[in-house]
């Protein structure tokens, strides 16, 4: 009896840790909007430091995205049904910032252009078309 219920309680810690590896289709609104998104990967590449950042609206139901992209600020629409995302024509202010900088913004813009699902892997958001992962963005509750 002692040996059943301690593995019943290793199963149950087990099962309750969950995997933070593993995609979760995003279901409800509350799971992207009152975020702000702010980007850790792109193109499969490393990215720290950039400003570069995204947040999501839906008030009453006008869906709005807006943020940065390291240098310029950007506003436009989202569509979102279950797990598909599709962004919007975006409009972004004309500052001119180093090439570099640059580079990766229109690099962000193209992702965010290109994206067909979300999904989330723990405090993640994980942007995805149809060539597969585009970006991967960190949450933190405005």
Do not use: H, K
Not at 68 to 86: A, D, I, K, M
Not at 91 to 120: H, I, W
């Amino acid at each position: 009896m002692i040996r059943s219920s301690i593995l019943l309680l290793l199963t149950l810690a087990c099962a309750g840790s969950g995997d933070s590896g593993t995609l979760t289709d995003v279901a409800a609104e509350a799971d992207l909007t009152g975020t702000r998104w702010t980007l850790v990967s792109l193109g499969g590449e490393a990215v720290s430091g950039d400003g570069i950042f995204l947040i999501l609206e839906d008030t009453a139901g006008e869906r709005r995205a807006s943020g940065s992209g390291g240098c310029n600020g950007f506003q436009g629409s989202y569509t979102r049904e279950g797990r598909s995302l599709r962004f919007g024509p975006m409009a972004s202010t004309r500052r001119a910032c180093p090439p570099a900088v640059m580079d990766r913004e229109q690099a962000f813009f193209v992702a965010l252009d290109a994206t067909r699902e979300a999904a989330l892997r723990g405090s993640e958001l994980v942007l995805s078309g149809e060539e597969g992962e585009l970006a991967i963005l960190s949450g933190s509750r405005e």
